[in-house]
């Protein structure tokens, strides 16, 4: 099984596919399987060589019992120690809800490395100053999550998730590579993501039309073909 030892603790990730690196990082409460199992991995891996990281706390990789193994920028580094690993110097991002705090993350660091970033469901804003609707309730986790997933794990992830500071207009501004940002029109960050969109210079943004924030994931024959317009560089 293949790991990526830091701090002590060993993640669980995932090469499939050839061609331009493309780094996928998961939803909270989620995982690598999830990329599989919505159909992306067999939609993007022809064209694409798909690097995947289980995030702390899900899928296979190791759940640490201190918060800051699960602050958004601690998991860009461990992905950027992945890809040095690899000889990995520019790459494209694809994430969605949390996955793509950590790809606006990169911004602030890793701009350099970054060919491109494609991002569902997620607005480059702190929840310090733009309320996370989306959120952990212990209470709400059903028997199967209880069984997946590791709920102290899940607890200390979205705390860490309300900590992110986000990204400044100005780093977003001198960010000239493209971006695809999209989000279903029911989507409570629809408004967000929307306004960041015309922050970014060399950015598109596509409206789902009827579907809500985990819809935009699932269904991946609406967004698919805009995906791989961006990748190929058109």
């Known amino acids: 099984m293949p790991l990526i030892e830091t701090k002590g603790n060993s993640y669980y990730y995932e090469i499939i596919g050839n ?11 989620s ?8 159909g ?28 800051e193994n699960y602050y958004i920028s601690n998991v860009s580094e461990i992905l950027i120690k992945l890809l040095n690993e690899l000889e ?8 969605f809800s949390m996955g793509g705090r950590v ?26 100053t733009h309320k996370k609707m989306i959120t952990y309730k212990e209470e709400n986790l059903t028997p199967i999550v209880r069984q997946k997933f590791n709920p102290y794990a899940l607890k200390l992830c979205n705390q860490a998730q309300d900590e992110w ?19 279903g029109t029911e989507d409570p960050y629809y408004n967000w ?33 805009h995906i791989k317009l961006i990748l190929n560089g058109r």
């Open 88 to 95: 990995i110097s520019n790459f494209s991002v694809f994430g």
């Open 165 to 183: 500071e986000g990204i400044e207009d100005d780093e977003i501004k001198n960010f000239l590579k493209p971006v695809l940002l999209f989000a």
């Open 103 to 128: 790809c606006f993350d990169l911004i602030k660091k890793y701009k350099d490395k970054l060919s491109c970033i494609i991002v569902g469901g997620m607005h480059p804003n702190s929840p310090k």
């Open 40 to 67: 992306w991995v067999d939609l993007l891996k022809e064209d694409n060589k798909l690097i995947m990281l289980d995030y702390p706390g899900h899928g296979k990789s190791a759940s640490p019992k201190e918060i």
């Open 193 to 225: 993501i929307e306004s960041a969109s015309k922050l970014f210079v060399n950015s598109e943004f596509i409206a789902l039309e009827g579907l809500g924030h985990i819809g935009a994931f699932w269904r991946t024959n609406r967004i698919v073909d």
């Open 19 to 29: 061609g331009a690196p493309l780094v996928l990082i998961h939803p909270y409460m």
């Open 31 to 38: 995982s690598i399987f999830h990329w599989h199992k919505s």
